[in-house]
């Protein structure tokens, strides 16, 4: 009985499931990233412990510097122009996120807070260092 001969072909490597899957986890990182990076502005946080519950899914960050100045979008806006600007925002999937000087006072800080609970922001969160 003769049975057939059959050549080994060389194993190749298939690529392509492999880009696939880059492309997928390029797209996933790409639409997970938040949309406004925390600003680059030097503050110095407060120190404090415990666990951190606001996430960075569609944060806004105000940043409180050590002279008490608000910056919002990296610009320096008073409590007027800042109430203006967050009431044109989605508060039901945005969060605050007060990134507060440890040199600054405290009474911005609060301010700030209750601008945002007055415009309707439920998730306010408090930057700090651990």
Same mark, same amino acid.
């Given at each position: 009985? /003769?049975? #057939?001969?059959?050549?080994?072909?060389?194993? &190749?490597? !298939? *690529?392509?499931?492999?880009?696939? +899957?880059? @492309?997928?986890? *390029?797209i @996933? @990182?790409?639409?997970?990233?938040?949309? !406004?990076?925390?600003?680059?502005? #030097?503050?110095? *946080? #407060?120190s404090?412990?415990?666990?951190?519950?606001?996430? /960075?899914?569609?944060?806004?960050? &105000?940043?409180?510097?050590?002279? /008490?100045?608000? %910056?919002?979008? /990296?610009? +320096? $806006?008073?409590?007027?122009?800042?109430?203006?600007?967050? !009431?044109?925002?989605?508060?039901i999937?945005?969060?605050?996120? &007060?990134?507060?000087?440890?040199?600054?006072?405290?009474?911005?800080? $609060?301010? %700030?807070?209750?601008l945002?609970?007055? $415009?309707?922001?439920?998730?306010?969160?408090?930057? $700090?260092?651990?």
């Amino acid at each position: 009985m /003769n049975l #057939p001969q059959y050549k080994s072909k060389k194993n &190749i490597l !298939e *690529l392509t499931p492999l880009i696939d +899957v880059m @492309f997928l986890l *390029l797209i @996933f @990182f790409m639409l997970t990233m938040p949309e !406004e990076a925390v600003s680059d502005i #030097p503050v110095n *946080l #407060p120190s404090a412990s415990g666990k951190s519950e606001i996430e /960075n899914n569609k944060t806004i960050s &105000i940043t409180i510097t050590s002279s /008490n100045k608000i %910056i919002f979008k /990296n610009e +320096v $806006v008073d409590i007027e122009a800042l109430q203006k600007k967050l !009431e044109g925002i989605d508060k039901i999937k945005s969060k605050i996120l &007060i990134r507060g000087d440890a040199g600054s006072e405290l009474g911005a800080t $609060v301010k %700030i807070w209750q601008l945002a609970k007055k $415009v309707g922001f439920k998730k306010i969160g408090i930057a $700090v260092q651990k």
